[in-house]
């Protein structure tokens, strides 16, 4: 009697560690879903094309403050448009307008309107659209930019020596090819209670490939 009674006991034990576990994932993944969805509904709009003075693509803060973008891919951006500059656009097109400052407020204004007479390398989605003002040679450039995000975050489930925790993690990509992660781990009990315990932790280097 005593050998059922442990084993029920066990039962119960499990079934309420595995019931944590889902409210913990649930409590999580709602927390992160809300979070997606306001990042997304500010992608939506970074996403828009904007127009861009020369001046601006000089300065890394100026270029990264006008796009919503890390000042790492500014300076990326910035050595990717020199680049360009020197080879023969992808597409081109003809606008009149009585002015360059015109003509590159409505390029901008076609593309966001997903105007179909524009070539479909203008229209192609991408993370960012720079419509840059090029005093230099009086023309339009249109950048299309796909960016190296800055910030990484992830969760899953993971178990060490019998015991199950939940891994939160945060990965800031500092440089091309290297970032620095942090971990905690979660204890599932503790959360499915609205109590935030971590039962350990963890802080890594990266290099990315």
Same mark, same amino acid.
Request: aromatic content about 8%.
């Given at each position: 009697?005593?050998?059922?009674?442990?084993?029920?006991?066990? &039962?119960?034990?499990?079934?309420?560690? =595995?019931?944590?576990?889902?409210?913990? #994932?649930?409590?999580?993944?709602?927390? #992160? #879903?809300? @979070?997606?969805? $306001?990042?997304?509904?500010?992608?939506?709009?970074? $996403?828009?094309?904007? @127009?861009?003075?020369?001046?601006?693509?000089?300065?890394?803060?100026?270029?990264?403050?006008?796009?919503?973008? %890390?000042?790492?891919? *500014?300076?990326?951006?910035?050595?990717?448009?020199? +680049?360009?500059?020197?080879?023969?656009?992808? *597409?081109? #097109?003809? @606008? %009149? &307008?009585?002015?360059?400052?015109?003509?590159?407020?409505? @390029?901008?204004? $076609?593309?966001?309107?997903?105007?179909?007479? =524009?070539?479909?390398?203008? =229209?192609?989605?991408?993370?960012?659209?720079?419509?840059?003002?090029?005093?230099?040679?009086?023309?339009?450039?249109?950048?299309?930019?796909?960016?190296?995000?800055?910030?990484?975050?992830?969760?899953?489930?993971? %178990?060490?020596? %019998?015991?199950?925790?939940?891994?939160?993690?945060?990965?800031?990509?500092?440089?091309?090819?290297?970032?620095?992660?942090?971990?905690?781990?979660?204890?599932? +009990?503790?959360? *499915?209670?609205?109590?935030?315990?971590?039962?350990?932790?963890?802080?890594?280097?990266?290099?990315?490939?």
């Amino acid at each position: 009697m005593m050998c059922v009674f442990q084993m029920l006991k066990t &039962a119960l034990n499990h079934i309420k560690l =595995l019931i944590a576990l889902i409210v913990s #994932f649930l409590i999580i993944y709602a927390a #992160f #879903f809300t @979070v997606w969805q $306001r990042a997304q509904k500010a992608e939506e709009q970074y $996403r828009q094309a904007v @127009v861009l003075h020369q001046e601006q693509l000089e300065q890394v803060k100026a270029l990264s403050k006008a796009l919503h973008i %890390s000042q790492i891919n *500014a300076k990326k951006l910035q050595a990717a448009y020199d +680049e360009l500059k020197a080879k023969p656009p992808v *597409a081109s #097109f003809t @606008v %009149s &307008a009585p002015s360059l400052v015109v003509a590159a407020e409505q @390029v901008a204004e $076609r593309i966001n309107k997903q105007d179909a007479a =524009l070539p479909p390398a203008a =229209l192609e989605k991408t993370d960012r659209t720079a419509v840059v003002k090029n005093d230099t040679d009086y023309k339009v450039d249109v950048l299309k930019i796909n960016l190296d995000k800055a910030w990484e975050f992830s969760t899953g489930a993971g %178990s060490h020596r %019998s015991d199950t925790y939940i891994p939160l993690g945060v990965q800031r990509n500092y440089a091309p090819h290297k970032a620095v992660a942090a971990e905690l781990h979660l204890v599932p +009990e503790e959360l *499915a209670k609205g109590k935030i315990k971590t039962s350990g932790w963890e802080v890594r280097h990266v290099w990315r490939f």
